[in-house]
């Protein structure tokens, strides 16, 4: 794996979901003097703080899925020196452990990841994903 | 109103929202060469590039919510040089049309709100809401 360009860190995080791969999920995620403030929001979820807590729920989630595949669009990154914001749709195939691998989910997340430079690696700093829901704004 | 704090900038946003005041609103969000990039996630909404489409969905919010209160918990501010980034868990209590002020929802969003330094003020670049709910995680 890279994490030597913003794009090259983006894929490595959702590589290490697909891949369900905890260890370089923890690889990805910002260390020393970053890990107190790391943050993380799983669709739904309240807000995680703190390398620990936040690897402790990749293992949660991993632990439960046995597949998972996103296909990203509307992908856009912002540089802003040494931090990084990249802003995207995932769009997601999943199963689930009751499902015997039907596929229960095709679910659509949007995304913020904040990236920032250590060491001359982008890692991940925040993740806030969030349910799209059925066009609750349109209704007027 | 001010922004030259970041805590001040991240207050008014909320302070303009309470007030369902569009031009207050307006003027918390980023303005010139960051208006192309503003970026926008309403809870359970796809989501908002641009502050002309951005301030169109506070428009059709707003015209939607006779009242709404907050009450910020877990308030975390980490500056980055000329970006900051506001995360925080808005607990809303709100009416809408329909229920003659007979209130309809209390319910608990998580927030990361980033905001840039431009002539000396903070002006709100992405604000990404997402709904919390009923302890997903939990249940292993």
Redesign the interface.
Known sequence: MSLVTVDEANAEFYAAFEAVDLDRMSAVWADGPYAE?V?C???????L?GRGEVLR?WA??MA?TPFIQFVLT?V?T?M????A?V?C?ENILTADDDTDLGFSAGG?V?T?N?F?RADGQWRLW?H??????NR??DE?
Do not use: A, F, Q, Y
């Open positions: 403030s943050s929001v799983h669709p739904g979820w309240p807000l703080r729920s949660l989630i439960n509307d856009r912002e802003c020196g040494e931090h914001v802003t749709s659509s949007v913020t904040m920032v925040l806030h994903g969030s349910p799209v829901l609750i704004g007027e």
